[in-house]
């Protein structure tokens, strides 16, 4: 599976978006692009997924670059309740399963 | 439905002893998993199970045993507990075919002292 780096913290003011980059240079052409996110002391929350195309659902949206090595999750309108520990993580499925590997992410402190 | 759910909560084990972690899932979910979390760090795979009596080891196995009867359940096993094993874990659940996602319960914190 591919490396992926993210920036540490961001901060981002109540109401605006929120944009957390992901960069994946390594990224082969069959492995996805999942997001989770860890509010403090609970269970890793999924949040979206994509392989080429641009997502969105009711949560978040994902922005991958033509050439698929960064991508973006982007929280239209963040909330107090959206702090929480972002997790960018690049995955081919096998039938082994879908062992993810976290890293560290990126603390996301959204501010009133 | 109640999704993944992990017990005890909490729990402070002296060094040497057992214990058993508990993790059950309602969702029919044939892939399950456990995770450990130390402080400040991200999540790094125990075990996982891809079905009923299939289970393979993660990036961290040693000191653990798991086990996978039923599709329901996936209890985690320390047989002699360190201090190096004090840190939150957690017990995940999914159908494993392409695009499906993880879900988490919301873990236990051991404390081995």
């Known amino acids: 599976d591919a490396k992926t780096t993210q920036p540490p913290s961001m901060d981002c003011a109540e109401g605006r978006a929120a944009n957390l980059p992901c960069n994946h240079s390594?990224?082969?052409?069959?492995?996805?692009v999942y997001w989770y996110r860890q509010i403090h002391s609970q269970g890793p929350q999924y949040i979206i997924h994509g392989l080429k195309n641009n997502e969105t659902n009711e949560m978040a949206s994902l922005i991958i670059t033509e050439d698929r090595k960064s991508s973006t999750l982007i929280l239209p309108h963040a909330t107090l309740r959206d702090t929480a520990v972002y997790y960018c993580?690049?995955?081919?499925?096998?039938?082994?399963?879908?062992?993810?590997?976290f890293g560290k992410g990126t603390s996301l402190l959204v501010t009133p | 439905n109640a999704g993944v759910t992990q017990t005890p909560k909490f729990r402070i084990l002296k060094i040497g002893q057992s214990m058993t972690l508990q993790c059950t899932q309602d969702?029919?979910?044939?892939?399950m998993y456990w995770y450990r979390q130390d402080p400040g760090m991200g999540l790094k795979l125990i075990y996982y199970?891809?079905?009923?009596?299939?289970?393979d080891k993660g990036e961290v196995p040693n000191g653990y045993n798991v086990s996978r009867s039923t599709t329901e359940d996936f209890p985690l096993r320390l047989e002699l507990a360190a201090p190096s094993q004090t840190s939150v874990y957690f017990c995940?659940?999914?159908?494993?075919?392409?695009?499906?996602?993880?879900?988490f319960g919301n873990g236990t914190r051991l404390t081995v002292t």
């Open positions: 199970s891809v079905g009923a009596g299939i289970t």
């Open positions: 969702m029919n979910h044939n892939y």
């Open positions: 995940a659940s999914s159908r494993g075919q392409t695009n499906s996602p993880l879900h």
């Open positions: 993580i690049v995955l081919l499925p096998s039938n082994s399963g879908y062992a993810l590997n």
């Open positions: 390594t990224i082969s052409g069959n492995e996805y």
